[in-house]
């Protein structure tokens, strides 16, 4: 029987900044989410350049000048004709709690499928003056090599590791992170590395390996849109026709995540597994439905949505 590794305790182990669950299928693991970098570049104070004294960040109304506390700011959305619609926090969690507690897993793609372009800052590089030939020679010689160039460059006080890369017409340049900005994960409590150390059963590693298959698409940017902001405006303009005496109605059912415990891995993953099947063979009886009215009535079926499967799953906001 592998020994499970001891929790570390509050002092060693990294500050989680944020809790909920991965769903995966039927299956839900409860995560806490700990920031995975140490940001390394030399930090700057204001100052006053007559007395270098030191210079503070202040709250300060628009209105009066005057300094108000962090009790007294509140969140707001303008709506038209001027006025604000406030949001606390706890009612942004109650109209869209999935959102906020789980990372729900849609698909699974390639890594190779996932463009730069989706990257969190890229930029595009132009060329300027009379570059255009040599512009073009380094774009072109980059993609036919098949690699991409590895650069440094300062942007705003700060020295940048950066990735060039061959994207159409154009260069771009994506910021990546230092060596010594990972941080290292000794500090949390993670399961050991391999099948036998977790006690995993071959049948469990089959049926996991099936229900990846079955939920692994080709990437499209295009197929996600972000949700959790459309339910936001829908929240804001729900408050704004009530004259702010809005009921907050949950937009999907609150994921039991806090005590969730994976009892029972084989049972969730055939539940898993079984839906997705179901869910084929109910569009394989519509289309072959739809095929036979088609023979009798002479009209050509419908074409399916262009859309995954996976796509389709999602709810519209």
Not at 16 to 26: E, P, R, T
Not at 287 to 304: H, M, W
Not at 307 to 317: N, Q, Y
């Amino acid at each position: 029987m592998a020994t499970r590794q001891a929790r570390p305790t509050a002092a060693s182990a990294s500050r989680s900044i944020w809790k909920g669950a991965i769903s995966f299928g039927l299956v839900h693991v409860p995560v806490s989410l700990h920031s995975a970098t140490d940001e390394q570049e030399v930090d700057f104070d204001w100052l006053d350049k007559r007395t270098m004294d030191p210079v503070g960040y202040k709250r300060i109304n628009k209105r009066t000048g005057k300094e108000i506390e962090q009790a007294n700011i509140v969140k707001g959305v303008k709506i038209e004709g001027g006025d604000y619609v406030v949001l606390s926090d706890d009612e942004i969690k109650a109209a869209y709690p999935k959102r906020t507690q789980t990372i729900a897993i849609e698909t699974f793609v390639k890594a190779t499928d996932v463009s730069f372009f989706y990257t969190e800052k890229p930029y595009y590089l132009a060329p300027e003056g009379k570059a255009d030939r040599v512009y073009a020679l380094l774009r072109e010689a980059l993609t036919q090599a098949g690699v991409i160039g590895i650069a440094r460059f300062v942007l705003h006080n700060k020295e940048h590791l950066a990735a060039l890369v061959p994207a159409g017409p154009a260069l771009m340049l994506g910021i990546l992170r230092w060596a010594a900005e990972i941080r290292s994960p000794d500090g949390l409590y993670l399961p050991k590395v391999g099948v036998a150390a977790n006690s995993l059963k071959p049948a469990e590693m089959k049926m996991a390996g099936q229900l990846i298959a079955e939920m692994t698409t080709t990437w499209k940017p295009t197929d996600y849109e972000d949700e959790f902001t459309s339910a936001v405006r829908e929240l804001v303009a729900k408050k704004a026709k009530a004259g702010d005496k809005a009921k907050v109605e949950p937009l999907e059912e609150t994921p039991d995540v806090a005590g969730s415990n994976v009892i029972d891995l084989s049972d969730l993953l055939k539940q898993s597994l079984n839906s997705k099947a179901g869910g084929r063979k109910a569009s394989s009886g519509a289309a072959r439905a739809a095929a036979g009215t088609a023979q009798k009535t002479g009209k050509k079926p419908a074409r399916a949505p262009a859309k995954k499967a996976a796509a389709g799953r999602r709810k519209a906001a």
